[in-house]
Structure formats: structure tokens, C-alpha cells
């Protein structure tokens, strides 16, 4: 399996566009999980889904973001407007279940905006 | 809610030498589970070792393992024989009942050849 798969790998925008982040799951895995990586808050759980369905979004910063899995094989996290202070780094992660299951984490998107 | 704290921002091993790397969390639920992941440079969080609360035996992954007081939630990690390659950031992480990872802010492992 290829594991994991996020695009793109590095995306630098301009303040007030719209960026999409991508992520293809592992096959088989019903949890879907995105999470942001910033020096000063470390990593943080965004929303998750379980087989397609979104659990809880409590993570999500505020409206300028959503996300969406619209099949088992595809998510996305939208921004917005983007801000500067949503430069970090963006992972996805997929479980088979969850519990003691490893979560497999994509190799992350780091997001720049200027 | 569940929280997991690293206090030590960094540590430095000689290689070959042994390291411990400590975590302590809070939670009010009974059945969790624990996790300790690494980081390196190239940024992949990979799994390095779990612990499910409900066992009393310490887990063991080959050089890693861990040092489980439930009493006093406290998870750390030991590594064996450090090796160059374990030079890494490392995050303590727990998850209950509601499926969330929580993690700690990660430590900085160097390994001085």
C-alpha cells in the first residue's frame, strides 16, 4: 500500500485565497482524521470522520475552514479566506478503527500564506 | 478533558548509551491507551510504541519500550542502544473513549555520535 497520500506537499498563497489540501486515505481504513502542526500549539486534531461522516469538528478553528470526505478514498480541507496565521504544517492520518489502532499519518502539507 | 504534558523541551544522548524520555497525562477515563510517536526531520510521524491502559505489562518494541505507572499517569519512554537515527522529535499521545488523539508539545532527541 502506498500509505497515506496528501497533496500538495508545499503550498504558498497569498492572504485572502482559497486553498484546498488534499488527502487520499489507506484503503480499508474507516477513520480519517486532520490534524495541524504549528511551533507554538504542537499538534492539534481538527475534525475527523468515520466512514465518511464527519464526528467532530470541535478542532476546527473557525469558518473559514471546512472539510469534507465526500468518498471513502478522498478528503479535503478547505480554507477560506486564508491568513497568515494558518501557516503550518497540515496532516492527514487514517485508522482501521480506532482504540489502540496506529493512526498512519500522510507526509503532510506545509501551508505558507503571505 | 484529557491533557498531555512533556516538560522537557529537549535531550541530548550519546550513542550507544540509553535515554529516557518522560510524559505524564490526565484523563478521567479508565480504558485509554497510549502512544509514543516520532518525528524526524523529514517530518513523517511514525508509531514507535502503544500501551493499552488495562495492561500492566510495560511495552516492548526491540531498543524501545516503556515504563507504564498507571497510579500516577505517567508514560515515559526508554531507548536502548541509541543509534544516529533516532535523532528525532518525539510525541507522548493519548486517546479514549472518543477516539481523539491528544498530544503532548514533543521533545527534541539528539544523538552526539
Known amino acids: 500500500d502506498a500509505g497515506v497520500i496528501q497533496s500538495p506537499r508545499h503550498e504558498v498563497t497569498e492572504m485572502g485565497q482559497e486553498v484546498t489540501l488534499r488527502c487520499k486515505p489507506i484503503?480499508?481504513?474507516?477513520?480519517l482524521f486532520w490534524y495541524r502542526q504549528t511551533m507554538m500549539r504542537g499538534l492539534e486534531l481538527l475534525i475527523y470522520?468515520?466512514?465518511?461522516?464527519?464526528?467532530?469538528d470541535s478542532g476546527m478553528p473557525e469558518d473559514r475552514f471546512s472539510a469534507k470526505m465526500p468518498n471513502a478514498s478522498f478528503s479535503t480541507l478547505k480554507i477560506q479566506p486564508s491568513e497568515p496565521r494558518d501557516s503550518a504544517v497540515y496532516f492527514c492520518?487514517?485508522?482501521?478503527?480506532?482504540?489502540?489502532?496506529?493512526?498512519?499519518f500522510g507526509p503532510g502539507t506545509r501551508l505558507t500564506v503571505l | 478533558a484529557q491533557t498531555v504534558t512533556q516538560s522537557q523541551p529537549e535531550m541530548s544522548v550519546q550513542e550507544a548509551e540509553t535515554v529516557t524520555l518522560s510524559c505524564t497525562y490526565d484523563?478521567?477515563?479508565?480504558?485509554?491507551?497510549l502512544f509514543w510517536y516520532k518525528q524526524p526531520p523529514s517530518r513523517q510521524m511514525i508509531l514507535v510504541i502503544r500501551?493499552?491502559?488495562?495492561?500492566?505489562q510495560n511495552a516492548t518494541e526491540n531498543r524501545f519500550s516503556v515504563n507504564f505507572q498507571k497510579a500516577a499517569k505517567s508514560f515515559s519512554l526508554k531507548i536502548s542502544d541509541s543509534q544516529l537515527g533516532d535523532a528525532a522529535m518525539y510525541f507522548c499521545?493519548?486517546?479514549?473513549?472518543?477516539?481523539?488523539?491528544?498530544f503532548g508539545k514533543g521533545i527534541t532527541l539528539s544523538v552526539r555520535p
Open positions: 492520518a487514517s485508522s482501521y478503527g480506532t482504540g489502540p489502532n496506529e493512526q498512519f
Open positions: 484503503s480499508g481504513h474507516d477513520y
Open positions: 470522520f468515520n466512514n465518511n461522516v464527519p464526528i467532530d
Open positions: 484523563t478521567s477515563e479508565s480504558d485509554y491507551y
Open positions: 500501551q493499552e491502559a488495562y495492561k500492566q
Open positions: 499521545a493519548h486517546t479514549g473513549a472518543n477516539s481523539k488523539l491528544t
